[in-house]
């Protein structure tokens, strides 16, 4: 049963990358003339109900975890701890700690600097994270307000706070950063800004590997701009390139501390039992363990991340025609490379950093029931997902 589950989420997957394959070369390589675009100017009036998603999803979380633990501390488990304590004590080469060297540094910097003036580890990463997530659903907003207009960004940013995996933006984990500098780096690219978006394409790469995803939409939109004479050759070579230099950090950082800059490849095989497999792989296992899965207290682990996989599928495939070239290679790439592991176990996590998948709901649900129903439906899913991780349940 596992395989021909897996097949309908690898055929969703191709249906869409065809196409979008081939708008996305003539966008980039070939086509001169512009992209129709709604331009609507943002909103300074929408900042506020922007915020009002987030406090709402952020009200689901946090409201749970008092109600059911009593505290927040319930919401610091799995890499949220190893991050955490990264930020206390930075990295080592003994001990258990000597593999937290897998985890990029960039958010635990930011948590460790942010508890010199607040005093506590977990109210600077829950400040730190409903920060970036504001200025992420931001970006998200203004550049959907010039692809597909302003109500259709502003849903869409709803949508991206109040998702059920939404609540990994609210703990202490990298994917409120991460989703901020992606997107500002997609934001600033498609803007001609391209070095700009370079260095926020660098930074991302210092949250996590994926970061050097970027380098596609930067690609994109600096040869596109070279073509048309808005943009010098160098200029879109460099600014293409910058991600990887987040990388080569990373590798520096590895190679200060552990004397190999590859050490984070030892550790993630030999002692977090994961590598490269290619999304069809990480597709069949989490269908398989859904199946025939033994332990009662893993089953909403396997069924909330096979969900998710199945609704950004279904989402691809569905509305990647709908999406601006540029969007739909980011989405797509990253889709593919976020799932592409030996031992997938955090799926539901990694599609959220994408964050562009959510201007499809939003193009769909132009009216006031769909829209009311996608929003009850997040709702409930992010509570029911809070619910089950603050009680102990895992959730990676």
């Given at each position: 049963?596992?395989?021909p ?19 996305g ?9 512009a992209?129709?675009?709604?331009n609507?100017a943002?909103?300074k ?10 406090l709402?999803?952020s ?10 633990t ?32 897998v ?6 910097l ?9 005093g ?8 730190l994270?409903?920060?970036f ?6 970006y998200?907003?203004?550049m959907?307000c ?19 995996f939404?609540?990994f ?7 409120s ?11 600033y ?11 926020m ?22 040869v ?11 200029i879109?070579?460099?600014a ?9 950090i ?12 590859l ?17 069809p792989?990480s ?19 396997w ?16 509305g990647?025609?709908h999406?601006?070239?540029t ?11 976020m799932?592409?592991?030996?031992w997938?176990l ?13 201007y ?30 603050c ?6």
């Amino acid at each position: 049963m596992a395989y021909p589950i897996a097949a309908v989420g690898l055929g969703l997957f191709l249906y869409a990358l065809i196409p979008a394959f081939v708008r996305g070369w003539r966008y980039a390589f070939c086509d001169a003339d512009a992209l129709p675009m709604l331009n609507d100017a943002p909103i300074k009036g929408d900042a506020l109900r922007l915020l009002c998603y987030l406090l709402l999803g952020s009200f689901v979380v946090y409201g749970t975890a008092l109600l059911f633990t009593g505290s927040l501390n319930s919401l610091v488990q799995a890499d949220a701890l190893h991050y955490t304590e990264i930020a206390k004590n930075g990295y080592t080469n003994v001990g258990e700690t000597r593999y937290f060297i897998v985890f990029f540094p960039l958010f635990p910097l930011c948590m460790r600097l942010l508890t010199y003036l607040l005093g506590d580890a977990l109210f600077a990463a829950i400040v730190l994270n409903n920060g970036f997530l504001f200025v992420a659903m931001w970006y998200l907003y203004k550049m959907g307000c010039r692809v597909y207009g302003r109500k259709t960004a502003l849903r869409s940013a709803k949508y991206l706070s109040l998702f059920p995996f939404a609540l990994f933006f609210r703990n202490p984990y990298t994917e409120s950063l991460f989703v901020m500098l992606s997107v500002m780096s997609i934001y600033y690219a498609m803007d001609g800004r391209h070095l700009t978006s370079g260095v926020m394409g660098l930074l991302c790469a210092l949250c996590r590997s994926t970061g050097v995803i970027l380098m596609l939409p930067i690609l994109m939109e600096s040869v596109r701009a070279w073509r048309m004479g808005q943009q010098k050759l160098w200029i879109a070579i460099l600014a293409t390139l910058l991600p990887l230099g987040g990388f080569a950090i990373y590798l520096g950082l590895n190679y200060a501390v552990t004397g190999n800059a590859l050490q984070f490849l030892i550790y993630q095989r030999e002692h977090w039992y994961n590598g490269f497999a290619l999304f069809p792989h990480s597709l069949f296992e989490t269908a398989d363990y859904m199946l025939h899965n033994t332990q009662p207290s893993l089953a909403p682990f396997w069924v909330s991340q096979f969900l998710a996989i199945m609704v950004f599928s279904f989402l691809l495939a569905a509305g990647c025609k709908h999406l601006h070239p540029t969007h739909s290679a980011y989405a797509l790439a990253g889709f593919f490379i976020m799932l592409s592991q030996d031992w997938l176990l955090s799926g539901g996590r990694y599609l959220m950093g994408i964050a562009i998948p959510f201007y499809i709901p939003a193009l769909w649900a132009k009216k006031p029931m769909p829209d009311a129903a996608v929003t009850a439906l997040c709702v409930m899913g992010l509570l029911y997902l809070s619910c089950v991780f603050c009680m102990g349940t895992p959730l990676y």
